[in-house]
């Protein structure tokens, strides 16, 4: 994985959900409530999830970590923001150990993030996390110096965060933090052993408002129906390793091609075929048996995914099923998710992770381009 395009990529999308701004052809923009801005500290204790035999053989302590927030909310009359109860997007900073300093060692991971609130009153707000980004692990597989870590094969690895988060307020600009999160690092099977790790922790901390003025309270605004359609068409790449024993790093890629419903300015569904081309598959799909290096290594499937727009960023999920492909996967199904950032009115940068059933294969990079043939008349 290219250390400075995931970097990017995270601080692209970071500045684009802080600081995006409606879609070009709304009205100006008029300010209700002084915008907040925030920094959080928060204390982490909890355990390793072992889903791998001898992560339960390891595992000797419980995961530790400091996690610190910059978080900005923004209450604009025409901004993406009210269609979302008006949610706390950031950039941030997580540390964090792994149940083993000596084999797993510990890991710091820079993210943009969302909290949607699920209850929010002048004082007090509790919200679901949404969180992807870049992490560093300190110690990752090594045949020679750190062969019994099985979990992670690269020093650069994908991190995605859920979890549930609290904040009353007590004093000023001051409160008081909590929260229940579960927390994923994966290479994306860049650089193999890659079984990915996840820990579920309880945090406690404070954090201080820049503005000592309690959260207005806002009416919950619904978005109007819309139905403009678009035909987008997306084309990505990505490298990855195909197993442990084999070191060679193999080209993958994808073109989507894909019909796109807007059922509202915050959401969309779509439809549609994928081309993929999986370089590593005679390696990883056809077991310990003779391996057909010759074999086609494309796949035809078709998908279908959820959209949430947020001003001029998109995050998606999708699920494919494979239609035909020369080799067999060993599951018949293939989610994607991942996030897209407007670049104009009708291209978009791409970055999603593609998996087989539920085991990554690579990350991808790519471009795609939206062609509207139904404009809203809603």
């Known amino acids: 994985m290219n250390l400075r395009v995931v970097v990017l990529s995270v601080l692209v999308f970071g500045w684009a959900l802080v600081g995006s701004r409606p879609v070009c052809g709304q009205d100006s923009i008029m300010v209700t409530q002084p915008n907040q801005r925030s920094v959080t500290v928060l204390y982490h204790q909890g355990i390793v999830i072992p889903h791998h ?59 943009p993030y969302l909290h949607f609130p699920l209850i929010r009153t002048s004082r007090f707000s509790l919200s679901n996390k949404l969180a992807m ?26 991190y995605i965060g859920l979890g549930l988060y609290s904040s009353l307020r007590i004093s000023g600009g001051w409160s008081l933090r909590a929260s229940a999160s579960l927390n994923h690092l994966s290479n994306g099977a860049t650089r193999k052993p890659n079984s990915g790790l996840n820990t579920f922790t309880l945090s406690m901390g404070a954090g201080y408002h820049f503005l000592p003025d309690r959260i207005p309270l806002l009416p919950r605004q619904v978005a109007p129906r819309a139905n403009q359609r678009d035909i987008q068409v997306f084309v990505g790449y990505g490298r ?35 081309l993929i081309y999986f370089g590593p598959a005679p390696f990883v799909f056809q077991g310990s048996g003779p391996v057909d290096v010759d074999a086609d290594r494309f796949f035809y499937g078709v998908s279908g995914g959820k959209y949430w727009i947020m001003g001029s960023t998109i995050a998606f999920v999708q699920l494919g099923v494979y239609l035909y492909s020369e080799i067999d996967p060993p599951q018949p ?27 990554a294969e690579f990350i991808e990079f790519g471009v795609g381009y939206c062609f509207e043939y139904k404009k809203n008349d809603l």
Do not use: C
């Open 53 to 111: 035999p001898n992560m339960v053989y390891f595992i000797d302590d419980f995961s530790r970590g400091l996690e610190v927030n910059y978080g900005l909310l923004r209450f604009e009359a025409n901004g993406w923001q009210k269609w979302y109860n008006f949610p706390e997007v950031g950039l941030g900073l997580f540390y964090n150990s792994y149940g083993n300093a000596e084999i797993y060692g510990q890991g710091l991971s820079l993210y």
């Open 133 to 158: 980004g870049v992490g560093y692990i300190n110690k990752p597989f090594d045949y020679q110096t750190n062969p019994y870590n099985r979990i992670f094969g690269s020093h650069f690895n994908a």
């Open 240 to 274: 990855s390793q195909a197993s442990d024993y084999n070191l060679n790093h193999y080209s993958s890629g994808s073109l989507s091609v894909h019909h796109v419903w807007h059922r509202s300015p915050k959401s969309a569904w779509g439809a549609g075929v994928d």
């Open 333 to 359: 199904v293939y989610p994607r998710v991942g996030l897209r950032q407007k670049v104009t009115k009708n291209l978009q940068a791409n970055f999603s992770i593609k998996a087989s059933f539920f085991r």
